[in-house]
């Protein structure tokens, strides 16, 4: 049994506990801190971290309720964090934040087109916010996550809402969808890249054009998105 936890993404193996459903919220505790996650399938083996951490509980309503709180109180680091960051005169935007379960870890998310030495800008805020800091880097598809909004379709996005996992979509995706050529821009999301809706129903449409005796083939220069 695997837990992702919230902050990091990071998958982690639990060897003290086998008999939680996917998908339920956890507490653990991960070097010393107190973080939430998620149980996740066995999928997710090959990626996950060889750091073992202690199994606290699974999240009661009150739990979730001080998880909301944490939520809202990270963000109120978010204006000081990016004056840090001006200051620094570093390339980077900070979009979001998280705090640890115990409140000893603060985590900044950001954006930035470059590798960012920031070093002398994580020493500033040990300094200041008396926390533990890390700084990851996030890229278009994690960045409409975390921060929301509305699709193509009218709907809040799926990956704000439900989905776990952001993979990567192909043109050969959108094509056998019939979004390919001069229709493909009508398949990009909010964040620039090909909208993660069409895999929901990919297999369905791949076994049906087989059953049919087709042959789908994609153009040489359809890429992943």
């Known amino acids: 049994m695997f837990v992702k936890v919230d902050s990091t993404g ?3 193996f639990l060897t ?5 459903p996917a998908h339920q919220e956890v507490l653990v505790e991960i070097e010393g801190v107190v973080e939430p996650g998620m149980i996740c399938m066995n999928k997710v ?8 951490p ?14 909301k709180q944490l ?10 964090a990016q004056k840090k ?10 979009l979001d934040a998280t705090l640890s379960f115990d409140e000893k870890k603060l985590t900044f998310y950001f954006s930035a087109e470059n590798r960012i030495d920031f070093r002398a800008l994580v020493a500033d805020m040990v300094g200041d916010f008396k926390k533990i800091i890390r700084l990851q880097q996030i890229g278009a598809r994690e960045q409409a996550k975390r921060m929301g909004g509305y699709g193509r379709c009218g709907r809040p996005l799926c990956c704000n809402q439900f989905l776990t996992d952001l993979e990567s979509i192909s043109e050969e995706t959108a094509s056998m969808q019939e979004f390919g050529g001069s229709k493909l821009s009508k398949s990009v999301g909010c964040c620039g890249k090909l909208m993660c809706c069409l895999s929901y129903e990919n297999q369905t449409i791949s076994d049906k054009i087989k059953s049919m005796g087709a042959v789908f083939k994609p153009r040489d ?5």
């Open 10 to 12: 990071e998958v982690y």
């Open 16 to 20: 003290d506990k086998n008999d939680l």
């Open 45 to 52: 083996l090959a990626n996950s971290s060889t750091i073992k």
């Open 54 to 67: 202690r199994f606290m509980r699974v999240l009661s309503e009150d739990d979730k309720t001080l998880k």
């Open 71 to 80: 939520r809202a109180k990270a963000k109120t680091y978010l204006e000081t």
């Open 85 to 94: 960051v001006t200051r620094h005169n570093l390339d980077m935007k900070i």
């Open 221 to 225: 220069n359809e890429k992943t998105k």
